[in-house]
Structure formats: structure tokens, C-alpha cells
């Protein structure tokens, strides 16, 4: 399973066979079930999450008591609260298997031990930073230009594997809007 | 003046003299005059701006003509459209001078032989690129989670010397409300 994360870290940085016993000894693997908690809110942030297979989810309690939904990820995507994490203090966020899930762990102290001793991997995660951060400027772009509606096409038009796979409610949770309208709009587009 | 430039990667990385003359080698510096553009809307997005002096700002026009204001950067903050500058494609954004400005500026080319060349660099992008990348996944949840009056007044608390400093209509901008409802709610406040 470990061998997904050695073809996505080839992508960015070349690793022989020893290198990458080498970077895998900073992880651990876990496996998740189906909603189960990876991480609450009120704990401190003391994990960074790579999906070898599965699906997690990061959401927060808003005042009124709904889980909203801020990001997903899918193989090969990493997941935390990385403001949390850098300061390894503590969450609003929880993060959460929406589906039976593989993932390799890794702790900030052991992260940055990783970068000290391995250095091609400041390459690594600056290209993962750099990706993860620009896909975020589109996303608040998107949030200020398009209608809910707008979101939820746009969407579905870039990813329509990945509406397919998530199911609706959670659509609903991410696009910040109730599952009956996302019914509604499913119905009119439709009709 | 970039003096400012080396404090700020010895934040990050240690740099010695001829390191820093050497880096120095891969940037232009750019004075800018208040409301110059750096970029244009519809053009390939080439440069990635870390400003010394003064403060830009990145906006798209949205459907109604209307400038939507999606960052600033202050002193020490680097600023573009990284998607674009990534893919060095198009970019729907412009970025200006809200004042008078000095700013370093790198090409995509250059940046690249700049981190194969001074492979320490990619340190000191990785730190960048990472907390830029957790502070948009904050904004997003902002986005999400607080009412416009909200989004100004967390605003208002967290960066005080900025709401100060940045022109009211350029605050409503980024804000995405009005400058008319921007009155209204610092009105309300006083009374």
C-alpha cells in the first residue's frame, strides 16, 4: 500500500529503494473506519494525514450546531489543520473517514526531523504546499464570484468522480448549503 | 532596501554574504507608483512579487464590473496568482499598488534555477508556501463560518494597523459588501 506514496512522491523528487525506507520510518500507518474520528476539535493538532486509500473529511461545529464541511481528501491528498499543526496547538476542526480508509501518519516533531535529515523532502512539501495553497486562492476566489448554485455546477463539472463517490449530504455540508436544497437543484437541473 | 529581503529569509534559513548577493541575482526590483498595475487580467502571469515597501493588492472583476479584492500584501509577503504563475498561464486576476511600492520581483524561470541552484531556498519557499497555505484554510473557514459584519470586525481586531492603513472602499472590496454598507456597520459600531 506504502508504494502509492512512493509513486506520488516521484512525481516531485527522485528516491531510491533505500531513501524511501528510510522517509517511510517516519510514519506509522493506521486504518480508519467509516466515520471514525482522526482528530476532534479542542485536541491539540499533532497529525498530518497522506491517504493512501479511502477518504477523509475536515469540518468544524458552526453556532448553530452543523457539521460544516471545509475540505476533503482523497489518495494521495494530505489532510490537517495546518495552522494547528504548525503551532501544534489546539483544533476547531474534526477530521473524519467518510469512508474505510488507509493512512500514513505523521507527527510534526517527526515531520520536521524528516525535513533535517532528508532534505529533498523540503522539495517535496514545498511543491505540496505550493499546489495545496494555490488550489485554496482559486477556492476563495469561487467562494467571493459564484452562488451557491454556481458552486455546486462548477463542482460538479471538475470532479464528477468525486460527487459520484461523496455522498450527498456531505456534498451539502461542503457547499455550505442544506441537503434538501441540493435536492432542489439536482431536480431542476433535471428537469 | 533589501536588507528587508535578508532579515526576512534569516527568518527562515541562515545566509551569509555572497549567499545573499547571489540570491539577490535571481530578482528585479520594481518601484511602483499608487494604483499601478503589476499584472493584468488576461494576461500570462509571470511574476511572483515579495514587496519591501508599500502594499499591493490582487482583484478580479466579477460578473457586475464590480473589483473584488482577494488579497493584500504588506512588507514581507509575497503576492501573485499562483495557479497562474505555477502553469504560467492566464490569470483573471490584476494586481496593483495601493501605494507607492517597491517590490522584488522573480520570474517562474528564475525561481526555479533559483531553487536548484541554492537548494536552501526550497527551505525557506516550503516555510512561505505553508503558512500561506494554512492561513487561506483559516479565511475559507472564516468565509464559511462568520456574517460579513462579523468577517469585518474579526478583521478590525486582528490587524488593526492594517484597517488603518488600507483605503475604507478597498476594505469593502475585500470584504465583498459595499463601501455605503461599510459605513453603515462602522456607524452602528460608534453609537
Known amino acids: 500500500m506504502s508504494d502509492l ?3 506520488h512522491l516521484e512525481k516531485f523528487i527522485e528516491v531510491d529503494d533505500s531513501e524511501f525506507d528510510a522517509i517511510l520510518r517516519y510514519f506509522t500507518l493506521e486504518k480508519v473506519t467509516k466515520k471514525e474520528n482522526l482528530m476532534m476539535a479542542g485536541s491539540v493538532c499533532r497529525s498530518h494525514f497522506f491517504v493512501l486509500q479511502g477518504c477523509l473529511r475536515k469540518f468544524f461545529i458552526n453556532e448553530k450546531g452543523i457539521e460544516q464541511t471545509t475540505e476533503f481528501a482523497i489518495e494521495n491528498w494530505w489532510l490537517t489543520d495546518n495552522l494547528a499543526y504548525e503551532q ?3 483544533s476547531e476542526f474534526y477530521i473524519q473517514a467518510v469512508e474505510r480508509s488507509e493512512v500514513l501518519t505523521i507527527s510534526k516533531p517527526s515531520q520536521d526531523k ?3 535529515d532528508i532534505p529533498k523532502m523540503e522539495r517535496y512539501f514545498r511543491f ?6 494555490a488550489a485554496s486562492q482559486m477556492r476563495i ?3 467571493y464570484d459564484f452562488s451557491r448554485e454556481e458552486l455546486y455546477f462548477h463542482f460538479l463539472d471538475r470532479y464528477p468522480a468525486f460527487i459520484q463517490r ?7 455540508s461542503f457547499l455550505g448549503f442544506t441537503p434538501e436544497y441540493l435536492s432542489e437543484i439536482r431536480a431542476k437541473k433535471r428537469s
Chains 1, 2 share one sequence.
Open 166 to 172: 461523496i455522498p450527498q449530504y456531505l456534498i451539502a
Open 114 to 116: 524528516l525535513l533535517q
Open 5 to 7: 506514496f512512493r509513486k
Open 141 to 143: 476566489k469561487y467562494l
Open 128 to 133: 505540496i504546499y505550493q499546489r495545496a495553497y
Open 88 to 90: 501544534q496547538g489546539t
